[in-house]
């Protein structure tokens, strides 16, 4: 009975936390016709005409571009994040330089609102000819992951012992060669988990995207707003509901099959024997 009830509130919670997405996907298979006979969440003649609307692509739309977009600087964003990261959380966890003032600065500086930095960022990308490029878009997003994967890179070397290190060291190993064949190693799930919240952070980020992008490094999250008249006549909603599914379906799918890893990681070192 107990186990019936547990499963009946897990149920009712998770409709409620995936029911905009149920009703995105829902309206994304309506045609024009139906959405304005059938606004609820059933689907009566499903259609695909929404999904082929957009992935035609126009002079002023296209889909695919806003993708490869997406992906080319959440990968630039979030390989150099942890490229940066782990050295620095090297230094951090074993030298404890910085432990003090440059990893709470570090983490503080995420939660300021990032609206802060438009203007300056904005005039500086402009002198640097950065504009619109996907390197420029690229190196905000390194900025934008770096804090996170400083955390848990940090947290993930202090979990392993230094005797470690000291026994590399007696070996004749430098500094470089620990935290290369050592430590990385070791901090691969960790290393993994920072790669996908990177990755999922910074394929969602829209506020750097549509101040620093105007054409050639659209991301799909600006892009996306794009096909929301793309018909003309108003707001086209199943046009609209179908490239929102078709942009949250590569970070969805990424969390999906990583899934094991995140949580074994986030869950390493909780319980010492």
Do not use: H
Not at 56 to 85: C, E, H, K, Q
Not at 90 to 101: D, N, Q, V
Not at 169 to 188: E, H, W, Y
Not at 223 to 234: L, Y
């Amino acid at each position: 009975m107990i186990n019936a009830l547990r499963w009946i509130v897990f149920a009712i919670a998770a409709l409620a936390m995936n029911f905009p997405i149920l009703v995105t996907f829902s309206t994304s298979l309506k045609s024009a016709r139906e959405l304005s006979t059938n606004p609820g969440l059933w689907v009566y003649a499903p259609t695909l005409e929404n999904y082929a609307t957009v992935f035609t692509v126009s002079d002023r739309l296209n889909i695919f571009l806003y993708l490869m977009n997406s992906i080319a600087v959440a990968a630039l964003g979030t390989l150099l994040a942890v490229a940066l990261a782990l050295p620095a959380a090297y230094a951090i966890a074993r030298g404890k330089l910085g432990e003090r003032t440059l990893l709470p600065l570090t983490i503080n500086l995420r939660a300021v609102p990032l609206i802060i930095f438009a203007i300056p960022l904005y005039m500086m990308f402009q002198w640097l000819s950065l504009l619109d490029t996907r390197l420029g878009l690229g190196l905000i997003l390194t900025i934008v992951n770096l804090p996170l994967a400083l955390v848990i890179l940090v947290n993930a070397i202090r979990d392993l012992p230094g005797e470690l290190d000291e026994a590399a060291l007696m070996d004749g190993a430098t500094r470089f060669q620990i935290l290369a064949k050592v430590i990385a190693p070791l901090c691969r799930p960790a290393i993994v988990t920072s790669l996908i919240f990177g990755f999922i952070t910074a394929w969602n980020e829209f506020l750097f995207g549509l101040m620093l992008t105007t054409s050639k490094a659209v991301p799909i999250t600006v892009g996306a707003s794009f096909f929301f008249a793309a018909s003309g006549g108003g707001v086209q909603w199943g046009v609209a509901s179908a490239v929102m599914i078709v942009g949250a379906l590569p970070p969805v799918l990424l969390g999906l099959i990583m899934y094991r890893q995140i949580s074994g990681s986030m869950t390493a070192g909780a319980v010492k024997g």
